[in-house]
């Protein structure tokens, strides 16, 4: 699944150079994840960047994207894909 940021985000500005795929982004009050790029890092890390410097916990999973770790990680290779 994916994660999310709650509203709870307080604009610090740290998760977003930490994501490996571009998929935080600056939403219209707070910061938002775009979900089709979000592989909780999978393929690069072993646990999510932004969850581990977040200073107020705010990034969940989302609920509502329930992914397996290998849906993530063929996420990952599309987006790698892509890239190239």
């Known amino acids: 699944m994916a994660l999310m940021?709650?509203?709870?985000?307080?604009?610090?500005d740290v998760c977003e150079p930490e994501c490996?795929?571009?998929?935080?982004?600056?939403?219209a009050e707070i910061y938002q994840i775009h979900p089709?790029?979000?592989?909780?890092?999978?393929?690069?890390f072993d646990e999510p960047?932004?969850?581990?410097?977040?200073?107020?916990?705010c990034i969940p999973f989302n609920?509502?994207?329930?992914?397996?770790?290998e849906e993530l990680q063929a996420k990952f290779e599309r987006l790698q894909a892509a890239k190239a």
Request: glycine fraction near 4%.
């Open 20 to 27: 490996p795929n571009d998929a935080i982004f600056m939403g």
């Open 49 to 57: 960047q932004c969850q581990q410097v977040c200073p107020v916990s």
């Open 63 to 69: 609920p509502a994207m329930r992914e397996s770790k």
């Open 5 to 12: 940021i709650t509203d709870d985000c307080i604009n610090c």
């Open 36 to 44: 089709d790029k979000c592989t909780e890092c999978v393929g690069h």
